[in-house]
């Protein structure tokens, strides 16, 4: 069953890019933007990953973080964020038990890795869904719904 709006985040835990272990507890306080994306380092993903990088400071200005979440390895993970030099998180979800727990579908008939942004307020709570293969409009929407949470 997908997440809603209106529904608490599913509790998960990862190993970031870093190598260290990610509970999402840990976060809840702050506001979030969970992002799902198919696959580092290709055109649209680094699009994507870079736009987030480059509005960083902004969003952390809002007081919240960005969660970039794919099913690359950690070490696919250490390339791209060193390679853009992110600063956000990412996370390695390889067995996809993330995607499943959001209930992120796929695209492109179903061949690829759905593109779905979540923007969550300081209690854990979903405020908004994003569900776009265009990357770009991911940083914009997130922002717009974080100037009214």
């Known amino acids: 069953m997908a997440v809603v709006v209106g529904d ?4 998960f835990t990862s190993i ?26 290709t055109p649209g993903c680094t699009a994507q990953a870079c736009t987030f990088r480059d ?7 809002f007081g919240a973080e960005i969660i970039g979440i794919s099913s690359d390895s950690i070490l696919s993970h250490q390339k791209f964020v060193s390679k853009y030099n992110l600063p956000f998180i990412l996370l390695s979800d390889f067995d996809k038990k993330i995607r499943n727990a959001f209930g992120v579908s796929r695209d492109y008939l179903g061949l690829i890795d759905g593109r779905t942004t ?3 307020d300081a209690n854990g709570i979903v405020r908004y869904i ?20």
């Open 8 to 11: 608490k985040i599913p509790f």
């Open 16 to 41: 970031d890019s870093k190598g260290n272990h990610f509970e999402i507890k840990d976060y809840i306080g702050q506001p979030l933007v969970i992002y799902f994306y198919p696959k580092d380092d």
């Open 55 to 61: 509005q960083y400071e902004v969003f952390k200005d």
């Open 118 to 120: 979540y923007i969550v």
């Open 130 to 149: 994003f569900d776009s293969t265009s990357s770009r409009k991911h940083i914009e929407v997130a922002l717009s719904i974080l100037k009214k949470i």
